[in-house]
């Protein structure tokens, strides 16, 4: 094995390895830089000590055939569905078309980055970019563990720049229950009548959505996003069991109509309050005594929530109680930013708040800390006396 010191046509400076496979065959491998020829030096001799130099040219295989062949088969099969989804898609639109047909050997690092700037230019949001990244470093990692590359160049590569992330904007008590009203009451919806010179039509009244029992569910949702932090695919994998004394145990989560762990994988107990406990027992009443082991929040069928099913309520139900109360756009994640809040106005430590949450006491800083700089000097209220309060105001002014 030797390293040779060359000169490109265009003036550009390479280092090529030189060596012999188990065959006879001589075989040469060019790097941009002296550090990662000797680094692939080092691995040949260490593969040859080993007897494992013969698979050093499996490199050959493109990244799409190793997709096919290997990474779907055999490591895709332990990702959750929803991963599994996400990956495809962000694979067949932005990593398939560009470097499915590169051999997994001319994957550099130039290589990789120049795909990067070059998706960017076209127009393509930065978090995709980032994704299909990460994506992309777990693929040829693989490949590295499999001995058909020897480095993965993705880790050199500088992920794009995220946009600007807005600070959360936690939906206060009286928000939230102008929300839970519109979702128990919503209002009819009035047609007017045709203008004149146009085809005739008298003004009628559209009768208000949803029946009595799907408006109490959504109401109880509101209620568990906003009371208890839950991130919605755990509210909507949460069982009847789950609800205990004084706390709420969070440990599954809903996957597109699947039920399996929660993100971070283990469970944790969320402070169960007093207003929530009370919604809850009212809605376990109109549900019909439902089964310990039931879901509180099933489809028609009983069955956990599809994706589909989820967004089409977030399009069609939530969007209409956003209307009502007049924001504009919000998501139901946001709610679990409230629930943050209210721990926070009590004045509880960022630990304890990270602990309900269900992530890291850094993220939950770096989250809030614009709300805790906010409630300094504010003076602290229990959570349970903020919503009662709300909601007090909420009945006098239905009233």
Not at 81 to 100: C, D, I, M, N, W
Not at 365 to 389: C, F, N, R, S, W
């Amino acid at each position: 094995m030797e390293i040779e010191r060359r000169t490109t046509k265009a003036g550009k400076t390479v280092y090529r390895v030189r060596w012999r496979d188990p065959e006879g065959h001589r075989r040469t491998r060019t790097f941009d830089t002296k550090g990662d020829a000797e680094t692939f030096g080092a691995d040949l001799q260490l593969r040859k000590r080993l007897g494992h130099l013969a698979g050093i040219d499996s490199g050959k295989v493109t990244l799409n055939e190793y997709m096919a062949q290997t990474w779907v088969p055999v490591h895709a099969a332990n990702l959750a569905v929803s991963t599994r989804k996400t990956y495809r898609q962000l694979y067949a639109k932005h990593l398939s078309p560009f470097l499915g047909s590169h051999p997994l050997r001319d994957i550099t690092v130039e290589v990789i980055a120049r795909w990067q700037a070059e998706r960017l230019r076209s127009g393509a949001g930065p978090t995709s970019i980032r994704k299909s990244l990460v994506l992309l470093s777990g693929i040829l990692q693989t490949a590295v563990q499999a001995g058909h590359l020897t480095i993965n160049p993705a880790r050199a590569v500088r992920k794009a720049k995220l946009p600007h992330k807005e600070e959360v904007r936690p939906l206060a008590p009286a928000t939230v229950e102008a929300l839970r009203e519109a979702a128990r009451n919503p209002a009819p919806t009035e047609v007017a009548a045709s203008k004149s010179g146009r085809r005739r039509r008298r003004a009628y009244t559209v009768p208000a959505p949803g029946t009595p029992y799907v408006r109490h569910r959504d109401a109880t949702m509101i209620s568990v996003l906003a009371y208890s932090g839950l991130r919605p695919q755990e509210a909507l994998a949460l069982r009847w069991v789950d609800v205990r004394e004084n706390t709420l145990l969070v440990q599954r989560a809903d996957a597109d109509g699947q039920i399996k762990s929660t993100k971070n994988t283990y469970a944790r107990t969320v402070r169960l309050l007093e207003p929530l406990a009370a919604d809850l027992r009212e809605f376990k009443l109109a549900a019909g005594r439902p089964r310990a082991n039931a879901l509180i929040f099933p489809d028609h069928e009983g069955q956990p929530w599809t994706k589909d099913d989820w967004d089409n309520w977030r399009a069609r139900n939530f969007k209409r109680m956003l209307d009502a109360v007049g924001i504009e756009e919000s998501h139901p994640y946001a709610l679990r930013h409230s629930f943050a809040s209210l721990l926070l106005h009590e004045g509880r430590s960022v630990h304890y708040v990270a602990k309900q949450l269900g992530h890291g006491a850094r993220l939950t800083l770096d989250t809030y800390g614009h709300v805790i700089d906010e409630l300094e000097d504010a003076p602290q209220m229990p959570a349970v006396d903020a919503i009662l309060k709300a909601r007090r105001s909420s009945i006098t002014a239905a009233a």
